[in-house]
Protein backbone atom coordinates (compact mmCIF):
# COMPACT_ATOMS: atom_id res chain seq x y z
CA UNK A 1 0.00 0.00 0.00
CA UNK A 2 2.91 2.26 0.99
CA UNK A 3 4.34 1.34 -2.54
CA UNK A 4 1.27 2.23 -4.72
CA UNK A 5 1.11 5.33 -2.71
CA UNK A 6 4.49 6.50 -3.66
CA UNK A 7 4.26 6.14 -6.91
CA UNK A 8 1.04 8.05 -6.71
CA UNK A 9 3.03 10.78 -5.58
CA UNK A 10 5.45 10.59 -7.77
CA UNK A 11 3.54 11.03 -10.77
CA UNK A 12 1.66 13.53 -9.07
CA UNK A 13 4.61 15.37 -8.82
CA UNK A 14 5.87 14.69 -12.27
CA UNK A 15 2.16 16.43 -13.28
CA UNK A 16 2.35 19.74 -12.01
CA UNK A 17 6.32 20.16 -12.54
CA UNK A 18 5.37 19.61 -16.72
CA UNK A 19 2.52 21.95 -15.84
CA UNK A 20 4.47 24.33 -13.54
CA UNK A 21 7.08 24.50 -16.58
CA UNK A 22 5.13 24.44 -19.83
CA UNK A 23 5.67 22.03 -22.79
CA UNK A 24 8.79 22.41 -24.07
CA UNK A 25 8.99 22.43 -27.67
CA UNK A 26 11.28 20.63 -30.46
CA UNK A 27 13.59 24.00 -30.75
CA UNK A 28 13.88 23.48 -26.38
CA UNK A 29 11.49 26.67 -25.81
CA UNK A 30 8.77 26.19 -23.54
CA UNK A 31 5.11 26.50 -25.00
CA UNK A 32 4.65 29.36 -22.00
CA UNK A 33 7.77 31.21 -22.84
CA UNK A 34 6.74 30.91 -26.76
CA UNK A 35 3.53 32.39 -26.30
CA UNK A 36 4.93 35.21 -24.31
CA UNK A 37 7.11 36.44 -27.25
CA UNK A 38 4.03 36.61 -29.63
CA UNK A 39 2.58 38.89 -27.33
CA UNK A 40 5.86 41.01 -26.89
CA UNK A 41 4.24 43.29 -29.48
CA UNK A 42 2.39 46.64 -29.32
CA UNK A 43 -1.14 47.03 -30.26
CA UNK A 44 -0.12 50.33 -32.54
CA UNK A 45 2.84 52.32 -33.12
CA UNK A 46 2.60 56.14 -32.85
CA UNK A 47 5.14 58.15 -35.00
CA UNK A 48 5.63 61.63 -35.29
CA UNK A 49 7.40 63.73 -38.27
CA UNK A 50 7.10 67.15 -39.77
CA UNK A 51 5.79 68.36 -43.45
CA UNK A 52 9.60 69.42 -44.72
CA UNK A 53 11.61 67.91 -47.26
CA UNK A 54 14.06 66.28 -44.79
CA UNK A 55 11.65 63.99 -43.67
CA UNK A 56 11.62 62.73 -47.11
CA UNK A 57 12.21 58.83 -45.96
CA UNK A 58 9.15 58.69 -43.80
CA UNK A 59 7.01 60.50 -46.07
CA UNK A 60 8.01 58.42 -49.01
CA UNK A 61 7.31 54.71 -46.53
CA UNK A 62 4.13 56.07 -45.36
CA UNK A 63 2.19 56.84 -48.83
CA UNK A 64 3.66 54.29 -50.06
CA UNK A 65 2.44 51.83 -47.48
CA UNK A 66 5.07 50.59 -46.23
CA UNK A 67 5.03 50.58 -42.37
CA UNK A 68 1.65 49.43 -42.91
CA UNK A 69 2.93 46.24 -44.67
CA UNK A 70 5.64 45.59 -42.16
CA UNK A 71 3.39 45.32 -39.06
CA UNK A 72 -0.21 44.53 -40.59
CA UNK A 73 0.59 40.83 -40.56
CA UNK A 74 1.39 41.17 -36.75
CA UNK A 75 -1.90 43.12 -36.25
CA UNK A 76 -0.31 46.08 -35.11
CA UNK A 77 -1.67 49.53 -36.37
CA UNK A 78 0.90 52.46 -37.29
CA UNK A 79 -0.14 55.89 -36.73
CA UNK A 80 1.38 59.04 -37.97
CA UNK A 81 1.21 62.28 -36.10
CA UNK A 82 2.10 65.52 -38.18
CA UNK A 83 4.16 68.43 -35.99
CA UNK A 84 5.34 71.92 -37.35
CA UNK A 85 8.62 71.45 -35.92
CA UNK A 86 10.81 69.69 -33.46
CA UNK A 87 9.80 71.35 -30.32
CA UNK A 88 6.16 70.61 -29.96
CA UNK A 89 6.94 67.03 -31.07
CA UNK A 90 9.36 66.63 -27.90
CA UNK A 91 6.27 67.75 -25.69
CA UNK A 92 4.41 64.98 -27.08
CA UNK A 93 7.08 62.57 -26.19
CA UNK A 94 7.12 64.05 -22.82
CA UNK A 95 3.46 63.43 -22.67
CA UNK A 96 3.62 59.77 -23.49
CA UNK A 97 2.10 60.75 -26.60
CA UNK A 98 4.42 59.11 -29.35
CA UNK A 99 6.89 56.47 -29.60
CA UNK A 100 9.23 57.23 -32.38
CA UNK A 101 10.10 60.56 -34.17
CA UNK A 102 12.13 62.75 -35.83
CA UNK A 103 13.76 66.01 -34.73
CA UNK A 104 16.51 68.10 -35.35
CA UNK A 105 19.30 67.03 -32.89
CA UNK A 106 18.71 70.29 -30.94
CA UNK A 107 15.54 69.24 -29.54
CA UNK A 108 16.83 65.60 -29.16
CA UNK A 109 19.66 67.39 -26.86
CA UNK A 110 17.05 69.65 -25.39
CA UNK A 111 14.90 66.92 -24.25
CA UNK A 112 17.46 64.23 -22.44
CA UNK A 113 18.57 67.55 -20.48
CA UNK A 114 14.62 67.73 -19.47
CA UNK A 115 14.79 63.89 -18.53
CA UNK A 116 12.70 63.36 -21.33
CA UNK A 117 13.99 59.74 -21.48
CA UNK A 118 15.02 58.99 -25.47
CA UNK A 119 17.74 57.31 -27.18
CA UNK A 120 18.30 58.74 -31.33
CA UNK A 121 18.45 55.17 -32.92
CA UNK A 122 19.34 56.75 -36.41
CA UNK A 123 19.39 59.92 -38.76
CA UNK A 124 16.92 60.54 -40.74
CA UNK A 125 18.57 63.55 -42.59
CA UNK A 126 21.51 65.72 -42.56
CA UNK A 127 23.38 68.35 -45.14
CA UNK A 128 23.17 72.06 -45.35
CA UNK A 129 19.93 72.28 -44.82
CA UNK A 130 18.88 75.71 -43.11
CA UNK A 131 19.90 79.11 -44.42
CA UNK A 132 20.04 82.86 -43.06
CA UNK A 133 17.71 84.44 -45.45
CA UNK A 134 16.36 88.14 -45.99
CA UNK A 135 13.84 89.97 -47.84
CA UNK A 136 14.82 90.00 -52.00
CA UNK A 137 15.22 93.91 -51.70
CA UNK A 138 16.69 94.19 -48.05
CA UNK A 139 20.08 96.11 -47.72
CA UNK A 140 21.44 92.84 -45.13
CA UNK A 141 24.06 91.29 -47.05
CA UNK A 142 26.20 89.46 -44.09
CA UNK A 143 26.17 87.95 -40.83
CA UNK A 144 26.83 90.62 -39.38
CA UNK A 145 24.44 93.46 -40.68
CA UNK A 146 21.45 91.73 -38.59
CA UNK A 147 22.76 93.28 -35.69
CA UNK A 148 19.87 95.10 -34.06
CA UNK A 149 17.09 93.45 -36.47
CA UNK A 150 14.78 91.59 -36.33
CA UNK A 151 15.11 88.01 -36.91
CA UNK A 152 12.93 85.14 -37.15
CA UNK A 153 13.71 81.25 -35.92
CA UNK A 154 12.07 78.66 -35.00
CA UNK A 155 13.38 78.37 -31.09
CA UNK A 156 14.23 74.96 -30.11
CA UNK A 157 15.41 73.78 -33.75
CA UNK A 158 18.38 73.17 -35.86
CA UNK A 159 17.97 76.86 -37.17
CA UNK A 160 18.08 78.08 -33.73
CA UNK A 161 21.61 76.66 -33.35
CA UNK A 162 22.85 77.78 -36.64
CA UNK A 163 21.54 80.96 -35.69
CA UNK A 164 23.66 81.07 -33.06
CA UNK A 165 26.93 79.31 -34.97
CA UNK A 166 26.29 82.17 -37.04
CA UNK A 167 26.68 85.15 -34.66
CA UNK A 168 29.49 83.18 -32.62
CA UNK A 169 31.09 84.13 -36.26
CA UNK A 170 31.17 87.04 -36.11
CA UNK A 171 31.54 88.14 -32.54
CA UNK A 172 27.88 88.67 -31.40
CA UNK A 173 25.15 86.74 -29.48
CA UNK A 174 21.49 86.36 -29.47
CA UNK A 175 21.58 89.51 -26.90
CA UNK A 176 22.61 91.36 -30.25
CA UNK A 177 19.63 90.65 -31.89
CA UNK A 178 15.83 91.18 -31.52
CA UNK A 179 14.82 87.26 -31.65
CA UNK A 180 11.58 86.34 -33.18
CA UNK A 181 9.42 82.84 -32.71
CA UNK A 182 8.17 81.89 -35.55
CA UNK A 183 7.84 78.29 -37.19
CA UNK A 184 8.58 78.18 -40.44
CA UNK A 185 5.62 78.31 -42.42
CA UNK A 186 5.15 81.92 -40.65
CA UNK A 187 8.68 83.02 -41.57
CA UNK A 188 7.68 83.43 -45.18
CA UNK A 189 4.93 85.44 -44.93
CA UNK A 190 6.60 87.76 -42.32
CA UNK A 191 10.03 88.01 -44.20
CA UNK A 192 7.03 89.38 -46.82
CA UNK A 193 5.45 91.74 -45.38
CA UNK A 194 8.56 92.70 -43.38
CA UNK A 195 7.54 92.08 -39.92
CA UNK A 196 10.70 90.50 -39.32
CA UNK A 197 14.03 91.42 -41.02
CA UNK A 198 15.76 88.11 -41.71
CA UNK A 199 15.35 84.62 -40.46
CA UNK A 200 16.81 81.30 -40.62
CA UNK A 201 15.11 78.30 -40.76
CA UNK A 202 15.26 75.48 -43.50
CA UNK A 203 14.28 73.46 -46.26
CA UNK A 204 12.43 73.50 -48.20
CA UNK A 205 11.09 76.69 -46.48
CA UNK A 206 13.95 78.05 -47.66
CA UNK A 207 14.11 77.64 -51.38
CA UNK A 208 10.38 78.42 -51.40
CA UNK A 209 10.95 81.58 -50.31
CA UNK A 210 13.70 81.99 -52.72
CA UNK A 211 11.86 80.77 -55.94
CA UNK A 212 9.18 82.69 -55.81
CA UNK A 213 11.04 85.67 -55.19
CA UNK A 214 9.98 86.50 -51.28
CA UNK A 215 13.43 85.90 -50.08
CA UNK A 216 17.17 85.76 -50.88
CA UNK A 217 20.00 83.61 -49.18
CA UNK A 218 22.95 85.39 -47.21
CA UNK A 219 24.28 82.24 -45.82
CA UNK A 220 24.07 78.56 -44.96
CA UNK A 221 25.48 76.36 -42.59
CA UNK A 222 29.05 75.17 -44.32
CA UNK A 223 32.20 75.65 -42.68
CA UNK A 224 30.10 76.40 -39.68
CA UNK A 225 27.40 73.07 -38.66
CA UNK A 226 25.87 70.37 -40.35
CA UNK A 227 22.07 69.45 -39.89
CA UNK A 228 22.18 66.16 -37.97
CA UNK A 229 18.20 65.12 -38.09
CA UNK A 230 17.54 62.51 -35.59
CA UNK A 231 15.20 59.45 -35.22
CA UNK A 232 14.56 58.69 -31.73
CA UNK A 233 12.07 56.57 -30.15
CA UNK A 234 11.36 56.64 -26.16
CA UNK A 235 13.73 54.37 -24.38
CA UNK A 236 10.77 52.34 -22.99
CA UNK A 237 9.42 51.44 -26.14
CA UNK A 238 13.21 50.69 -27.61
CA UNK A 239 13.69 48.28 -24.63
CA UNK A 240 10.54 46.45 -24.62
CA UNK A 241 10.40 46.37 -28.69
CA UNK A 242 14.39 45.92 -29.92
CA UNK A 243 12.87 43.85 -32.76
CA UNK A 244 10.28 45.90 -33.73
CA UNK A 245 12.30 49.35 -33.27
CA UNK A 246 14.80 47.17 -36.04
CA UNK A 247 12.27 46.65 -38.53
CA UNK A 248 11.07 50.08 -38.04
CA UNK A 249 14.28 50.73 -39.36
CA UNK A 250 14.82 48.28 -42.01
CA UNK A 251 11.58 50.09 -43.94
CA UNK A 252 13.64 53.60 -43.15
CA UNK A 253 16.76 51.81 -45.30
CA UNK A 254 14.38 50.88 -48.00
CA UNK A 255 12.78 54.05 -48.06
CA UNK A 256 16.66 55.32 -48.46
CA UNK A 257 17.23 52.71 -50.92
CA UNK A 258 14.39 53.70 -53.11
CA UNK A 259 15.13 57.29 -53.15
CA UNK A 260 18.59 56.88 -54.23
CA UNK A 261 17.14 55.07 -57.36
CA UNK A 262 14.16 57.25 -57.77
CA UNK A 263 15.02 61.13 -57.09
CA UNK A 264 12.37 62.10 -59.20
CA UNK A 265 9.29 60.47 -58.21
CA UNK A 266 10.55 61.02 -54.21
CA UNK A 267 10.09 64.70 -54.72
CA UNK A 268 7.05 64.44 -56.72
CA UNK A 269 5.54 62.31 -53.55
CA UNK A 270 7.27 64.97 -51.10
CA UNK A 271 5.85 67.57 -52.64
CA UNK A 272 2.56 66.39 -53.33
CA UNK A 273 2.40 65.83 -49.21
CA UNK A 274 3.54 69.01 -47.84
CA UNK A 275 1.37 70.74 -50.66
CA UNK A 276 4.54 72.48 -52.64
CA UNK A 277 5.37 73.05 -55.85
CA UNK A 278 7.66 69.87 -57.53
CA UNK A 279 9.65 73.07 -58.68
CA UNK A 280 10.43 73.90 -55.22
CA UNK A 281 11.60 70.57 -54.57
CA UNK A 282 14.16 70.29 -57.74
CA UNK A 283 16.38 73.19 -56.24
CA UNK A 284 16.37 72.16 -51.70
CA UNK A 285 16.12 68.09 -52.61
CA UNK A 286 19.85 67.80 -53.53
CA UNK A 287 20.84 69.65 -50.29
CA UNK A 288 19.98 66.72 -47.93
CA UNK A 289 21.55 63.48 -47.56
CA UNK A 290 19.23 60.70 -46.35
CA UNK A 291 21.24 58.03 -45.26
CA UNK A 292 20.16 56.63 -42.12
CA UNK A 293 23.62 55.55 -40.53
CA UNK A 294 25.44 57.55 -37.74
CA UNK A 295 28.95 58.59 -39.34
CA UNK A 296 31.47 60.54 -37.57
CA UNK A 297 30.64 63.88 -38.73
CA UNK A 298 27.29 63.87 -37.30
CA UNK A 299 28.14 62.46 -33.96
CA UNK A 300 30.73 65.28 -33.85
CA UNK A 301 28.09 67.63 -34.76
CA UNK A 302 25.85 66.66 -31.92
CA UNK A 303 28.23 67.37 -29.87
CA UNK A 304 29.56 69.97 -30.51
CA UNK A 305 25.52 71.33 -30.66
CA UNK A 306 25.46 70.14 -27.00
CA UNK A 307 28.64 72.38 -25.89
CA UNK A 308 26.92 75.14 -27.66
CA UNK A 309 23.38 74.84 -26.11
CA UNK A 310 25.50 74.52 -22.53
CA UNK A 311 27.85 77.44 -23.15
CA UNK A 312 24.61 79.50 -23.88
CA UNK A 313 22.65 78.28 -20.73
CA UNK A 314 20.19 76.80 -23.41
CA UNK A 315 20.11 73.47 -21.40
CA UNK A 316 20.93 73.75 -17.81
CA UNK A 317 23.05 70.54 -17.49
CA UNK A 318 25.43 68.67 -19.40
CA UNK A 319 24.24 66.20 -21.84
CA UNK A 320 26.23 63.09 -22.46
CA UNK A 321 25.82 62.11 -26.46
CA UNK A 322 27.04 58.46 -25.97
CA UNK A 323 24.37 58.24 -23.62
CA UNK A 324 21.56 59.45 -26.45
CA UNK A 325 23.03 58.04 -29.32
CA UNK A 326 22.28 54.25 -29.70
CA UNK A 327 23.84 52.59 -33.00
CA UNK A 328 23.12 49.23 -31.73
CA UNK A 329 19.89 49.13 -33.43
CA UNK A 330 21.05 50.26 -36.91
CA UNK A 331 24.60 47.83 -36.76
CA UNK A 332 21.91 44.47 -35.87
CA UNK A 333 20.38 45.06 -39.37
CA UNK A 334 23.89 45.59 -41.04
CA UNK A 335 23.81 49.81 -41.18
CA UNK A 336 27.12 50.78 -40.33
Not at 98 to 126: F, M, R
Not at 221 to 238: E, M, V
Not at 299 to 322: G, H, P, Q, Y
Request: aromatic letters at 6%; hydrophobic letters at 40%; one cysteine or more.
Amino acid sequence: MKKIISIMALITLIAFFIVGCGNVNSSGTSNNQTSNQKENKPKEIKIGYQPGLNHALLIVAKQKGWFQDEFKKDGINVQFQSFVSGPPMIEAFAGKRLDIGQVGDQPAIQAKANNIDIKAIGVYSSGYLSSLIVPKDSTINSVKDIKGKKVGVTVGSTAHILLIKFLESVGLTTNDINLVNLQPADIKTSLASKDIDAAVTWEPFVSNSIVDGTARSIADGKNLRIDSNLIIATSSFAKQYPDIVKRILKVYEKAQKWIESNPEEAKQIVADDIKMQKNVLDVAFPRGNYNIKFTDEIINSVKETATVLRKNNTIRKDVDINDLIDESYLKSIGVQ
